[in-house]
């Protein structure tokens, strides 16, 4: 009964806020990794995109105003890693702010000996486990992304969010039944643990360093690649690419293969 309703509930919104098709295609054309997608795909992720903007807030910080175009290039990232998952991975928080720029942050943080220091960051995004999504339009926006050489922020944040329904982000989102926890533990740890000793080693990478940082940000690093440039991924960590590919439903190879065909 619950899900009748949902679904009726669902459909009375997309009938009231679906994304106008020019907004929508402009979205698109300004996103190698959207554009890629079979025509199928579009029109689902249309359809998450426009009930996401519908349940989130998406406000601007620092100056910023924040436009229609800007709303709908970020619900469509954003929806990307969800795309055949559900937008209840979404559920629990309502609001995503944006900076025009990378923005500060002060932290306490205790080192080995428990002494208390204060910290100041300059972030490009941050993802509270059930607050808001924090980015830096600057980073965000397509011009910063030419050619999908560089991280995509909004792709990094929303991993968090995934990372976190488990609790604290650790690299171990929800796995789904047909998953073995051991498997990704296994395949993830020997990816992480090679990057980190390249890196000591000061051997070249081919993928973004911080990625070292710790597992959180291995995944959600991993997540930008395994969408941005999945061959790269799957040539470097198989294993990872595959245990991603269950994760996320999806299989991004297939589409730069049928792109370039």
């Not at 997309?14 to 795909?41: D, G, Q, T």
């Not at 299989?251 to 730069?256: R, T």
Request: net charge negative.
């Amino acid at each position: 009964m619950l899900k009748r309703l949902r679904r009726a509930w669902l459909q009375h919104v997309m009938f009231r806020s679906r994304i106008p098709y020019p907004l929508w295609h402009e979205s698109l054309i300004s996103a190698p990794v959207l554009l890629r997608l079979s025509k199928r795909e579009q029109n689902r992720l249309r359809k998450l995109a426009s009930l996401f903007l519908h349940e989130k807030t998406i406000t601007g910080a620092g100056g910023l105003i924040v436009d229609s175009t800007m709303r709908v290039y970020i619900a469509a990232h954003a929806c990307l890693l969800i795309l055949n998952l559900d937008l209840d991975y979404y559920q629990g928080w309502s609001e995503v702010v944006v900076y025009p720029d990378t923005f500060v942050i002060q932290r306490e943080e205790y080192d080995e000996s428990g002494v208390v220091h204060e910290t100041r960051k300059t972030l490009a995004g941050e993802a509270w486990g059930r607050g808001p999504v924090i980015l830096s339009w600057s980073d965000a926006k397509p011009e910063a992304r030419s050619h999908g050489s560089t991280p995509n922020v909004i792709l990094h944040e929303f991993a968090h969010k995934l990372d976190m329904l488990n609790g604290v982000a650790n690299g171990m989102p929800p796995l789904h039944s047909n998953m073995v926890r051991e498997r990704w533990t296994e395949f993830l740890s020997q990816a992480y643990e090679k990057l980190y000793h390249q890196l000591e080693r000061h051997h070249p990478i081919a993928i973004d360093p911080y990625a070292a940082e710790n597992p959180a940000e291995f995944f959600a690093v991993l997540t930008e690649v395994f969408f941005e440039q999945p061959t790269l991924l799957q040539s470097l960590y198989p294993d990872v690419y595959g245990q991603l590919s269950l994760f996320y439903r999806q299989n991004p190879v297939q589409h730069i293969s049928s792109h370039s065909d």
